[in-house]
């Protein structure tokens, strides 16, 4: 069958050092004004005044926005206050820099500037009508990809559940991925972002809607994260690690961006939403549970997982090679001092479980691409099997 395959991404400008292409790439998106976004941390760190002094060099001027926020995840009223503020500023490009959550709400303020309402109207698949100002996202993490997909997520106070927006208008113009940004990262950011890039391509090589494409980059990403992650972790130092750690990870941005992740974030944004868990932390107590599900409809990939993650197959049954996949990735976890259940994030309380499958099953845009169908039961089967106890 052949197979027909569309296959999105930004510019992308990998590499040491390529914070200081910045300005250049900038001005090739005609830029002559720009609103660079940022956290505080990241500001700290001194990144922002890389990308300033690039912009300077560049003859574009620059504004600098720094966004404080006390929750994980950003509401759509921070990238509306952000629209606002470019508007008012007169700006005519959008960088942001920082991790997921910065980037978010950079890629929807710049829509906002051009489309009328608030982000919640965009809530859904494909709603935006247009793209907006030029943008450049320069991640400071190895982790959300964020700067080379067309979706953004917010937390939704009204229902206290995250929420997507998901359109080509939010992909980026351009991404630039340097290495060097994410060595200000503590262990703690290091595992959690880490694990959500492997995440993003696992979970997207499991998609109804991969293709060959899509599934060499998730092995080759795969493969390069779980080579080096313990490294990256452990010695926070090593420019090999970040290296090839961002390199993983832009990877799997471009597999999840393409093919799409499903069961896992589906069933994570509930427990997200409702105990304010940062994103990658959150996907940890469900991920062997929804993957022990769902691997009867593709042993075949778990094997090919399990490979990639340095274990033996050979000569195993197709059944015992699978399993190696969940036993490589609970070990996985448990170097890295993440959780694997949900006791091992202090959450015992099992009374929400039957609203958490409700409204995880109401993500259909990602259980759409689910390689099992599941009912509401099935997902609080999941949610229960993820206990200890």
Same mark, same amino acid.
């Given at each position: 069958?052949?197979? /027909? ?37 990241? =500001? ?37 206050? #952000? ?82 927006? #998901? ?32 995440? =993003? ?19 080759? *990403?795969?493969? %390069? ?19 090839? %750690?961002?390199?993983? *990870? ?28 940062? =994103? ?28 990639? %993650? ?10 015992? #090679?699978?399993?190696?996949? /969940?036993?490589?990735?609970? =070990? ?18 099992? *009374? ?38």
């Amino acid at each position: 069958m052949y197979q /027909l395959i569309n296959f999105a991404v930004p510019n992308v400008v990998f590499g040491m050092d390529t914070a200081d292409a910045t300005g250049d790439e900038a001005a090739k998106l005609g830029a002559k004004r720009a609103l660079l976004i940022s956290g505080p941390n990241v =500001h700290k760190a001194g990144n922002t005044d890389k990308v300033l002094d690039s912009l300077k060099k560049a003859g574009i001027e620059a504004v600098l926005r720094i966004e404080e926020r006390t929750l994980h995840e950003p509401t759509s009223q921070s990238a509306e206050a #952000a629209a606002q503020f470019a508007k008012s500023e007169k700006v005519d490009c959008i960088i942001g820099l920082g991790g997921g959550s910065v980037i978010d709400v950079a890629k929807m303020a710049a829509v906002l500037v051009v489309n009328p309402g608030g982000a919640a109207e965009y809530f859904g698949v494909e709603k935006v009508p247009q793209r907006g100002l030029p943008t450049i996202m320069i991640p400071t993490t190895a982790g959300t990809s964020a700067e080379v997909t067309k979706i953004a997520v917010f937390l939704d106070e009204a229902t206290n559940v995250k929420k997507v927006v #998901a359109s080509g208008a939010l992909l980026p113009n351009t991404a630039i991925i340097d290495p060097k940004l994410t060595l200000s990262c503590p262990p703690t950011v290091t595992a959690n972002s880490g694990i959500d890039a492997f995440i =993003h391509a696992a979970e997207s090589f499991v998609s109804t809607r991969a293709n060959p494409i899509t599934d060499s980059l998730a092995l080759g *990403s795969m493969e %390069m994260i779980a080579k080096w992650i313990g490294k990256a972790y452990a010695r926070p130092d090593d420019l090999d690690a970040r290296y090839y %750690m961002s390199m993983g *990870s832009v990877m799997a941005g471009m597999v999840m961006g393409n093919s799409g992740t499903s069961l896992v974030h589906a069933l994570s944004y509930p427990i997200g939403g409702e105990y304010h868990i940062n =994103h990658g932390r959150a996907l940890m107590p469900i991920l062997l549970s929804c993957f022990d599900y769902i691997m009867v409809s593709m042993e075949d990939k778990f094997v090919q997982m399990a490979h990639a %993650m340095g274990e033996d197959v050979e000569h195993l049954p197709q059944r015992e #090679a699978a399993k190696l996949c /969940l036993e490589a990735l609970e =070990h996985m976890c448990k170097r890295l001092d993440l959780p694997t259940c949900f006791e091992d994030m202090g959450i015992t309380d099992k *009374s929400r479980v039957d609203q958490w499958a409700i409204d995880a099953y109401a993500e259909r845009r990602l259980l759409g691409r689910c390689a099992r169908e599941l009912t509401v039961e099935d997902c609080k089967k999941i949610y229960l099997a993820s206990f200890r106890d």
